[in-house]
């Protein structure tokens, strides 16, 4: 079935973001160890990427390692930062050839000082494209991001440059790491899990949730496309009642 016909390519959201989850028992699955399953994702991830790119979709936030990750084997963890600096590496002429602009939310000093170059040079490299923006949300926890803002806030206020009452949502929203990104308006978590798990929790207050059982190195184009489908289906009301909306 060609899902992408069924598409209104003119009611696609601005921006999708993406819990990807489910490689550990995709491995599990195939006999193999963890990092088997994540070397799989990459494969997702460019596929997702490439249908977001047929779409028009201008943001695609992944979540590809929260600051929870920490806690994880240690040859995991490396074996991820590891694929991490390889990937990015690897697609930086890519990335140039598809207009696609590299981004990054969380806590970029707590990552490996190799990881940290590389993006940075990813970034630098892929800045002026503008067909879409790949975000990968790294040491990324929303709890994090929450409080690093509220602090610099209150510091702006212990400085006298900002009063309490001047914070309103959007001065909230441009003191996170998504300054300037605007809200996601579809969120899709794989694997069958229905948590949020610390991400983009001020971010997703009006999000659609789209959750599959599709482990994540299953999780294709068409899979994507089912979920733009299915977001299309849905009424989005913004608090208010029907009526209200076709006015
Ligand atoms: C969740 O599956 C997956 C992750 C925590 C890592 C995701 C990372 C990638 C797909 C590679 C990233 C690469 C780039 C370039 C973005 P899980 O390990 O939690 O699976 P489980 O729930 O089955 O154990």
Redesign the pocket.
């Known amino acids: 079935m060609d899902f992408l016909k069924q598409i209104d390519l003119s009611n696609v959201p601005e921006h999708i973001a993406v819990i990807?989850?489910?490689?550990?028992?995709?491995a599990k699955q195939q006999g193999h160890e963890?990092l088997y399953?994540?070397n799989f994702?990459?494969e997702?991830?460019r596929e997702v990427l490439k249908g977001a790119m047929e779409l028009k979709v201008k943001y695609l936030t992944?979540y590809?390692?929260s600051t929870e990750?920490w806690n994880r084997p240690k040859e995991e963890v490396e074996g991820?930062m590891d694929?991490?600096v390889r990937?990015?590496g690897g697609e930086i002429d890519e990335l140039n050839e598809k207009g696609i602009r590299l981004m990054t939310i969380g806590d970029m000093n707590g990552l490996p000082d190799s990881c940290q170059v590389e993006l940075k040079r990813a970034m630098e490299l892929t800045a002026h494209n503008q067909d879409t923006t790949l975000i990968?949300a790294l040491n990324y926890s929303a709890r994090w991001e929450i409080m690093a803002a509220t602090k610099r806030l209150a510091e702006e206020i212990q400085n006298g440059t900002l009063t309490a009452d001047q914070i309103d949502d959007k001065k909230f929203s441009n003191s996170l790491t998504t300054v300037g990104i605007p809200d996601p308006e579809l969120l899709i978590r794989t694997?069958g899990e229905h948590r949020v798990s610390n991400f983009l929790l001020w971010q997703i207050a009006y999000a659609e949730f789209y959750f599959t059982d599709v482990?994540?190195p299953d999780f294709k184009k068409e899979d994507l496309f089912k979920a733009v489908i299915d977001y299309q289906s849905r009424e989005r009301r913004f608090g208010m009642v029907s009526e209200q909306l076709t006015k």
Do not use: K, Q
Request: charged content about 10%; aromatic content about 12%; cysteine-free.
């Open positions: 990807m989850d489910g490689n550990g028992r995709w963890r399953g994540h994702g990459v997702s991830v992944l590809a390692f990750n991820l694929l991490l990937t990015i990968l694997s482990l994540w």
